[in-house]
């Protein structure tokens, strides 16, 4: 037999950034020297919903869940010594992808770089943000412009760039069906390429060099043979879309490229050692089939569950990799699923029903008129309200969760303190500071930024106007404009947009049979309001700050419903005092906040003494989330009536609780219904 060449391994990536821009930078450059071969770059939630730290949305958000990077000072400071000629660089940003792009060209620029050799993606797929993450700012159709012009730039002036990487990550986050997740992913696609090819920036000729560079970003699952069938699939129907609707003849640029994120939100805080082989067998979903292969692969921490991953807990991540790689034979060889009649069954089927799916999404004008009416959303709610309901009926099996619960102490986490990498407080106050002084002295040495006035004007002329939008962005870039200036001037003339919630449209999941645990549930809220003389128990289910995660607030609104409450539910992005205000207005008996940025610690509190102020001290606050064992016993200690987190799967029995809290705050007997 002869000797076959090795394929190149993918590149390899941590999502990696927090704190401030010089802590990411000392993080990058000790990972890149770990072996690490690519950077991808995690902002924090200001960033990327287009806020400076100082604004009243930003509060207990900076630095959280990824980098602050408010003006070009933050990124020369991120990239300091890492040469971006030689990078491939990863930018987990969308609504203000174009402000990120436009700081990383000129700092690329200020290091000396050819910017036609920059290499890297923006991720930029805002109808997932719609969907399932909640960092959208703008309304569809401004938001589709800012990626048409940003794609139609770089073809021209970036060309090795991937401006769009449609990312279909969150959406099986979201509850999607490998079904879902790919008629959805290629339905925004479609809306984007159609964009692009209607607005006349790009010549017809030029299009296969703007299919070539559309990347995806995907998500893998446990259920690894699935996923794998997912990823054959996804590449035959994207080989037919650019082929068939965009006249496509170059294979190279028909091919499917994917970069992929295994699963985050499945891991699990009960018995997280279990985290690390379920995190194994999602990268061989996106690794052992040649012909399906991820280009780029990044893994998750085993304790994503508890909170921040530490350094070493990123190495162990990135080892996992780099033995599939390095020790193993899996590159000897050409696809070890070629010619499974298993495998092609499956596939067959996959592509069939995402095509008709596909098809009925075309029928109702395409991704962006499915986000508006709201159609694409409750299908995501639906499905994962289904999937909640397997999971709590033993249906779907989670160990360490529902099936095998009994557990030695864990050496891993005998100390949490250590266990995960905390954010100290201090930094917020810190970033805030420097900002003011940026705001103060950018226009003096060194900086000498022309006064950022007329950019910002020359910016919103553009947006009223059809002139491509990144030559003003960069221009506001060289003259020092902070993020929340760039995001702020873009707000005046497109306005901001509430994606629809789904929660309303959403069909019941778990029915209320005689004898059922929501039928006893469903018994306790209608006692309780005939104990509190009023028609129905009002619940309102709050999401404070700019954490957009709101899957698990939308599954307790949902089910809250389903066991008798008139549920308020307003969505995402809203500030302590909005909350409280909508519960007084409301007159609701009970308010629950959802939280997985790690604001909790202080918008939480924030929420209670509005109460208090306000004298509805009766009003029980109940908080969810990712929140530390720590933590949550200071929020009980501040007065928070009960915490949930990951590991209370059971959102019937949550719903329980939350009865028997509103029956406590009220000095009601305790219910015992029977069983």
């Keep these: 037999m002869t000797e076959r060449q090795k394929d190149r391994p993918w590149l390899m990536r941590t999502y990696a950034g927090h704190s401030t821009a010089e802590a990411s930078n000392e993080l990058y450059r000790r990972n890149l020297a770990k072996g690490q071969t690519g950077l991808s770059v995690a902002f924090d939630l200001p960033t990327q919903t287009g806020y400076d730290p100082d604004h009243v949305l930003a509060r207990g958000e900076v630095g959280r869940v990824g980098v602050p990077v408010s003006h070009l000072g933050d990124m020369r400071r991120l990239f300091q010594d890492i040469p971006l000629e030689q990078m491939n660089t990863s930018m987990t940003i969308n609504a203000t992808a174009m402000w990120l792009l436009a700081l990383y060209q000129v700092v690329a620029e200020e290091q000396g770089a050819d910017i036609t050799k920059l290499q890297g993606t923006t991720q930029n797929d805002i109808v997932k943000e719609y969907l399932s993450r909640g960092t959208h700012v703008f309304p569809p159709g401004p938001s589709l412009r800012l990626t048409t012009d940003m794609i139609a730039y770089t073809v021209s002036h970036i060309p090795k760039w991937n401006p769009i990487n449609i990312c279909s990550y969150h959406l099986q986050e979201a509850g999607a069906t490998p079904v879902q997740e790919i008629a959805y992913a290629m339905s925004t696609a479609i809306a984007v390429l159609d964009a692009v090819r209607d607005s006349g920036q790009v010549p017809q000729e030029r299009m296969g060099d703007v ?38 003849e170059n294979p190279k640029h028909r091919r499917f490229r994917y970069g992929v994120q295994v699963n985050s939100l499945g891991l699990t805080e009960a018995q997280p050692e279990n985290n690390v082989q379920r995190i194994v067998l999602e990268m061989l979903a996106v690794t052992l089939s040649k012909d399906a292969r991820a280009r780029a692969v990044q893994l998750p921490a085993w304790n994503e569950a508890l909170g921040l991953p530490r350094p070493w807990d990123q190495q162990w991540s990135l080892r996992i990799q780099q033995v599939l790689a390095y020790e193993s034979d899996l590159l000897e060889y050409d696809d070890i699923f070629e010619g499974s009649k ?53 249906q779907e099996k989670i160990v360490g969760v529902n099936i095998f619960e009994g557990t030695e102490p864990n050496p891993l986490t005998a100390d949490l303190d250590t266990a995960i990498q905390t954010v100290d407080p201090a930094v917020e106050a810190r970033v805030v500071e420097a900002l003011r002084d940026w705001r103060d002295t950018r226009y003096q040495p060194p900086f000498n930024h022309p006064r950022p006035c007329k950019a910002l004007e020359r910016l919103k002329e553009a947006a009223r106007g059809t002139d491509n939008l990144m030559e003003a962005t960069l221009e506001c870039a060289r003259a020092g404009v902070t993020t929340g200036e760039w995001a702020g001037a873009l707000r005046e003339v497109f306005g901001e947009f509430r994606a629809p919630t789904g929660v309303s449209s959403a069909p019941v999941a778990v029915p209320a049979e005689e004898g059922s645990t929501l039928e006893r549930v469903r018994r306790k809220v209608d006692l309780t309001a005939k104990d509190l003389g009023v028609g129905k128990l009002r619940f309102l289910v709050g999401k404070p700050g700019l954490d957009g995660h709101s899957n698990g607030a939308e599954q307790i609104a949902v089910r809250a419903r389903d066991a008798g409450f008139e549920v308020v539910y307003q969505g995402i992005r809203l500030t302590p005092e909005q909350i409280v205000d909508a519960a007084l207005a409301e007159d609701v008996h009970a308010v629950g906040l959802s939280i997985l940025s790690g604001s909790h610690a202080q918008l939480v509190p924030d929420v209670l003494e509005r109460l208090r102020v306000a004298g509805a001290t009766d009003i029980p606050v109940i908080a969810g989330g990712i929140i530390p064992s720590g933590d949550a016993e200071q929020l009980r200690a501040a007065g928070v009536a009960a915490v949930f987190t990951p590991k209370d799967f059971d959102i019937t029995g949550i719903i329980g609780r939350i009865v028997d809290e509103i029956r406590t705050a009220n000095k009601l007997d305790p219910l015992e219904v029977p069983a």
């Design 211 to 248: 299919v070539g560079r559309i990347s995806f970003f995907v998500n893998a699952g446990v259920r690894f043979v699935e996923e794998m069938c997912k990823m054959r699939a996804f590449g035959r129907i994207w080989d037919k879309v650019t082929r068939e609707r965009y006249g496509i």
């Design 342 to 394: 298993v495998v092609e069954a499956k596939v067959e089927q996959l592509v069939a029903d995402s095509l008709a799916e596909m098809g009925r999404i075309e029928e109702m004008g395409g991704a962006m008129a499915a986000v508006e009416s709201g159609y694409l959303k409750s299908q995501l709610v639906s499905s994962h309200a289904e999937r909640r309901a397997r999971i709590e009926s033993g």
